[in-house]
């Protein structure tokens, strides 16, 4: 069965980009350029892997992950963090908030 990766990215280059390499490595892979667009598309399809940004537009990436791992429905689905913010306390924010890697 073919792995599902949902790529959370408002930069539609660095979206596509993701994206094309993960289909191309044989995942199916959908790209979302707002957390709205993710959350709508969780009621039709759970993801294997959530690939995630934090400077996104309206509700940052903390924060869905944050709302994510609250809710039994996605818990479960493993989350990592994919951004350009690298500080200490960036990294240990997102991970203390349930992501699996940073």
């Given at each position: 069965m073919e792995k599902v990766?949902?790529?959370?990215?408002?930069?539609?280059?660095?979206?596509?980009?993701?994206?094309?390499?993960?289909k191309?490595?044989?995942f199916n892979a959908m790209g979302y350029e707002t957390g709205e667009e993710l959350k709508?598309?969780?009621k039709s399809v759970?993801?294997?892997?959530?690939?995630?940004d934090i400077m996104l537009p309206g509700e940052d990436?903390?924060?869905?992950?944050k709302?994510?791992?609250r809710d039994s429905s996605y818990k479960n689905i493993p989350v990592i963090m994919?951004?350009?913010?690298t500080t200490e306390y960036d990294k240990i924010t997102g991970l203390d908030l349930g992501a699996d890697d940073y």
């Open positions: 990766i949902f790529c959370v990215e408002d930069d539609e280059n660095i979206r596509e980009l993701v994206v094309y390499a993960l191309t490595s044989g709508k598309n969780l759970i993801p294997d892997l959530i690939l995630m990436g903390l924060s869905i992950l709302e994510l791992k994919l951004t350009a913010k």
